[in-house]
C-alpha cells in the first residue's frame, strides 16, 4: 500500500512534479543573510542582485570547493558581514528597497534616516533608490547651507547654485551656515556678497532716518524755510539694504567667483 500524501519524502514529492515546473520570476526568492553590526538581518537577495552592481558582482563568486554551505550569507553561522555601517543605517535602507504597505501604515522616513539611505545607496551603486533618497531630502533639508554641503558630498544636482543664491540673499551667515560651508566656501560666499553695492540706502538699514542720515533731505536750500521732504515721504522712497538684498540677482556674481565645475 503506498504511503499516504502526509508521508511522502521530498524526493517522492519531486518526482512528481510536471517536468514544466519552474520558479516564477517575481516571487520566487533566495534569502541572503547579513551581519551589521552584532545584529543579523534575512532578507531576499533579488534587489541586491538586481540593482547594485557591487552585490550582483559579490553574489557570481563561485562557491569553495562547490559547496554552497561554506558561502557568506546562507546561515546564521555564516553571515555575509557588512562593516563600515551601522544596524540602524542598513535596517532604513532595507525600509526602502521592502516597503512594508499590506495590513500596515507604510513607516515615515525621518531626515536622518534617509541620509542614511542616499549614503548607502550612493556606495552600493542603488540609484533608483539614490533618486528617491534625493526627492525626499529636497522636502526635508531646508536649511541652504546644509543643501550645498549635501550637495556637494553626494554631487546631487541643481541644489548648489540655488543654495548659494539664497545665501547671498540672506541678512547675515550664521555660525551654522560657516559650519556646514566650510571656511573657504564662506569666505568666496562673503565676496559674492559684497560685490554688490547697494546705493540710496538708509546707513543704518532701519527705513526711516533720511532725514538724520541725508543732508540735501535734511537742509532746506532757503534758510528759514521748513524742511523740503517731510518724514512721511522719506519714509515711502527709502528702502533698507536688507530689503535690496532680498530683491537682488546674484546668478553674475556668483558665477564670477565659483566655476562652473563647482556649480553643477
Not at 551581519?35 to 562557491?63: G, I, Q, T
Not at 546561515?75 to 551601522?86: A, E, K, T
Amino acid at each position: 500500500m503506498p504511503p499516504p500524501p502526509d508521508d511522502l519524502s521530498l524526493l517522492d514529492v519531486a518526482a512528481e512534479l510536471p517536468a514544466t515546473t519552474h520558479r516564477d520570476a517575481d516571487f520566487y526568492c533566495e534569502d541572503i543573510i547579513f551581519l551589521v553590526d552584532d545584529v543579523l538581518f534575512k532578507v531576499s537577495r533579488k534587489p541586491f542582485e538586481r540593482d547594485s552592481e557591487v552585490f550582483r558582482d559579490m553574489f557570481s563568486l563561485p562557491s569553495p570547493r562547490g559547496n554552497i554551505a561554506e558561502v557568506d550569507g546562507m546561515s546564521d553561522q555564516r553571515p555575509l558581514v557588512l562593516g563600515g555601517i551601522g544596524a540602524s543605517e542598513f535596517r532604513a535602507f532595507l525600509n526602502v528597497i521592502f516597503p512594508i504597505t499590506y495590513g500596515t501604515t507604510r513607516r515615515v522616513l525621518d531626515k536622518g534616516e534617509w541620509l542614511h539611505v542616499l549614503r548607502l545607496a550612493e556606495m552600493w551603486g542603488f540609484e533608483a533608490v539614490r533618486k528617491q533618497a534625493v526627492r525626499e531630502l529636497s522636502r526635508l533639508v531646508s536649511q541652504h547651507a546644509e543643501r550645498f554641503a549635501l550637495a556637494h558630498q553626494f554631487s546631487i544636482p541643481g541644489w548648489i547654485e540655488p543654495a548659494l543664491q539664497h545665501l547671498a540673499r540672506q541678512d547675515t551667515l550664521s555660525a551654522e551656515d560657516f559650519r556646514w560651508l566650510g571656511w573657504e566656501t564662506a569666505a568666496r560666499l562673503v565676496q559674492v556678497r559684497d560685490s554688490v553695492v547697494f546705493a540710496h540706502t538708509c546707513l543704518c538699514v532701519c527705513n526711516y532716518c533720511k532725514h538724520a542720515h541725508d543732508p540735501a533731505a535734511v537742509h532746506s536750500p532757503n534758510p528759514g524755510a521748513s524742511e523740503s521732504i517731510p518724514p512721511s515721504s522719506s519714509r515711502m522712497t527709502q528702502m533698507g539694504v536688507a530689503t535690496l538684498r532680498r530683491k537682488t540677482d546674484f546668478t553674475a556674481h556668483i558665477r564670477e567667483v565659483f566655476s562652473p565645475s563647482e556649480l553643477v
